[in-house]
């Protein structure tokens, strides 16, 4: 079966941190970029950051650069999102999905979505 399985998430203060993770079955991610999106609780879904397949170029949200880092470790078949600096605006469902070889600004052009982690930045 294909999926992606994201885990990592749960509650955290402002200025906390949190990693989370991508992980593959089924298939293998060396040919896919892998972007990571989130959704809040009446918020449309949103691109947060992008990874391309050799791990050669990554891609962030102006609301996350410089406190998100993407990366991948194939041999794992697993996507990270380090996540630093958190705000109470970060609070969403995280999700992560696929895309041949290149990341893409368009939503719909990711497969494969995760079922999401909880984020939760609170005090």
């Known amino acids: 079966q294909l999926q992606l399985v994201e885990s990592g998430g749960g509650l955290v203060q402002p200025g906390g941190s949190l990693r989370l993770s991508c992980a593959a079955s089924?298939?293998?991610?060396?040919?896919?970029?892998i972007g990571w999106f989130r959704q809040a609780p009446g918020k449309e879904r949103e691109g947060v950051a992008c990874?391309?397949?050799?791990?050669?170029?990554?891609y962030y949200a102006d609301s996350v650069k410089g406190r998100f880092t993407v990366s991948r470790d194939n041999a794992k078949n697993t996507v990270f999102l380090q996540m630093n600096s958190l705000k109470p605006e970060d609070t969403a469902v995280y999700y992560c999905?696929?895309?041949?070889?290149?990341?893409?600004?368009?939503?719909?052009?990711?497969?494969?979505w995760g079922q999401g982690t909880q984020v939760t930045v609170s005090s």
């Open positions: 089924g298939f293998t991610l060396d040919y896919y970029a």
């Open positions: 990874i391309n397949s050799n791990g050669g170029s990554t």
């Open positions: 999905a696929r895309r041949y070889y290149r990341c893409s600004a368009y939503l719909n052009e990711y497969v494969y």
